[in-house]
């Protein structure tokens, strides 16, 4: 289950978990109907990957913050303690090419770091 968390202002807070299947059409249209309100939407992703096929199937976002993607096989140091593999290197530069902007942050309260900056491709 993926946690979407809808705030409608600082004191109400709804926290609704859900299933996200993005090659679905009806979840993808809810999707872009949710992000497209005038309410502010949190949505956690596993990996870049789902954020580049939310693009591609219309879903428009501003900014992704990657955090969370540690060390593992086939997996290369990024900035800290994030890693990433080369196919989700690509799924941020493609993503950043469309015009949402990638930064990497390890905690809500650090500066965000633009990807471009440690991109070493």
Do not use: W
Not at 5 to 24: A, E, R, T
Not at 77 to 100: C, F, H, Q, V, W
Request: one cysteine or more.
């Amino acid at each position: 289950m993926l946690p979407l968390i809808l705030d409608k202002g600082c004191l109400n807070k709804i926290q609704v978990y859900c299933s996200l299947q993005i090659h679905c059409a009806k979840t993808c249209n809810a999707t872009i109907e949710l992000v497209s309100s005038p309410t502010s939407v949190f949505l956690l992703m596993r990996t870049p990957l789902t954020a580049l096929r939310l693009r591609e199937l219309g879903v428009r976002f501003e900014m992704l913050n990657v955090g969370g993607l540690g060390a593992g096989p086939g997996r290369h140091p990024l900035y800290k303690n994030i890693s990433a593999t080369d196919e989700e290197m690509a799924a941020m530069r493609t993503l950043e090419e469309m015009g949402t902007k990638v930064e990497l942050r390890i905690v809500a309260d650090d500066h965000g770091v633009p990807f471009a900056s440690v991109d070493k491709r």
